[in-house]
T-cell receptor, first 113, second 112 residues
Framework: AQTVTQSQPEMSVQEAETVTLSCTYDTSESDYYLFWYKQPPSRQMILVIRQEAYKQQNATENRFSVNFQKAAKSFSLKISDSQLGDAAMYFCAYRNRDDKIIFGKGTRLHILP | DAEITQSPRHKITETGRQVTLACHQTWNHNNMFWYRQDLGHGLRLIHYSYGVQDTNKGEVSDGYSVSRSNTEDLPLTLESAASSQTSVYFC???????????FGPGTRLLVL
């Protein structure tokens, strides 16, 4: 069975600074997808970024980028130029061959003005 | 625009009652999922379906059931609600894993 671990329950960053959220996972599959979801106070799950395991190039979406280390089973999220609207719970997630998503327990990100 | 909706958005019920949470998507996705979200656990998979008449148990399926009579809907039933089922419930759908999995807005359920 696959597992996803987020070791940082909470983090804080100064507005306009850069922050990195950590995620590790465990799997025996070779073909899978990884995601970061953002959940603001509205509780809506918003897809931030996704990475296909077969792609070596790290995914980027505007201010959001990942550092995907397949051998180490690590998938961290970097947020550049942090904004107040980035404050939310962030979930790392693994999508397996059966299309099921396994979520980490989340990291609550605070943005300090 | 295509979307995924959940109803009700908030529900209060008593222990022992049967409760059904609705999930409806207009993308014509084959795959649909129900998750629950609790503090300290993230989202955990309850049941899922890959198509009409197909249902499967997830990680935390005890006390829940689903049925899939058409492509658009996957209702979640709590057969006899328990206080441990107080949670926020999310429905999601996808075409297949190469495509994003879209989440509904969630249903907050309180079992007294």
């Amino acid at each position: 069975a696959q597992t996803v671990t987020q070791s940082q329950p909470e983090m804080s960053v100064q507005e306009a600074e850069t922050v990195t959220l950590s995620c590790t996972y465990d799997t025996s599959e070779s073909d899978y997808y990884l995601f970061w979801y953002k959940q603001p106070p509205s509780r809506q799950m918003i897809l931030v970024i996704r990475q296909e395991a077969y792609k070596q190039q790290n995914a980027t979406e505007n201010r959001f980028s990942v550092n995907f280390q397949k051998a180490a089973k690590s998938f961290s999220l970097k947020i550049s130029d942090s904004q107040l609207g980035d404050a939310a719970m962030y979930f790392c997630a693994y999508r397996n061959r059966d299309d099921k998503i396994i979520f980490g327990k989340g990291t609550r990100l605070h943005i300090l003005p | 625009d295509a979307e995924i909706t959940q109803s009700p958005r908030h529900k209060i019920t008593e222990t022992g009652r049967q409760v059904t949470l609705a999930c409806h998507q207009t993308w014509n996705h084959n795959n649909m999922f129900w998750y629950r979200q609790d503090l300290g656990h993230g989202l955990r998979l309850i049941h899922y379906s890959y198509g009409v008449q197909d249902t499967n148990k997830g990680e935390v399926s005890d006390g829940y059931s689903v049925s899939r009579s058409n492509t658009e809907d996957l209702p979640l039933t709590l057969e006899s609600a328990a206080s441990s089922q107080t949670s926020v419930y999310f429905c999601a759908s996808s075409e297949w894993r190469e495509r994003p999995q879209y989440f509904g807005p969630g249903t907050r359920l309180l079992v007294l």
